[in-house]
Nanobody, 130 residues
């Protein structure tokens, strides 16, 4: 049974940090890309960061480059998103997704259509106050 579960969201003040975690089970992760997406009320979904599990190629949206860092722990089958220098504009529901691989990391995060062969988590809320 495939499960994708996020954790680590919360409320922080501007300038603070949070680390999100995503555990993906039931998948051969070497064949997958994993990513973090976010969606704020009234806004379109944004691909924040994506990583190819095998090889570690990464992509970051311009809006988070230099502030967010994606990493993975193979043994724990866990994906992380370290978020530093948070601003109120980072407030959103953050989702983790596992997608069957074959594309460059960038293509998963910037896809304009629904990601095929994907498994989404339930989301974790991040709220940044001024």
């Amino acid at each position: 049974q495939v499960q994708v579960v996020e954790s680590g969201g919360g409320s922080v003040q501007a300038g603070g940090s949070l680390r999100l975690s995503c555990t993906a089970s039931g998948l051969p992760l070497d064949d997958y890309a994993l990513g973090w997406f976010r969606q704020a009320p009234g806004k379109e979904r944004e691909g924040v960061s994506c990583i190819l599990w095998s090889g570690g190629e990464t992509y970051y949206a311009d809006s988070v480059k230099g502030r967010f860092t994606v990493s993975r722990d193979n043994a724990k089958k866990t994906l992380y998103l370290q978020m530093d220098g948070l601003t109120p504009e980072d407030t959103a529901m953050y989702y983790c997704v596992a997608v069957l691989g074959g594309w460059p990391a960038r293509d998963y995060c910037t896809a304009s259509t629904q990601l095929p062969n994907s498994y989404w988590g339930q989301g974790t809320q991040v709220t940044v106050s001024p």
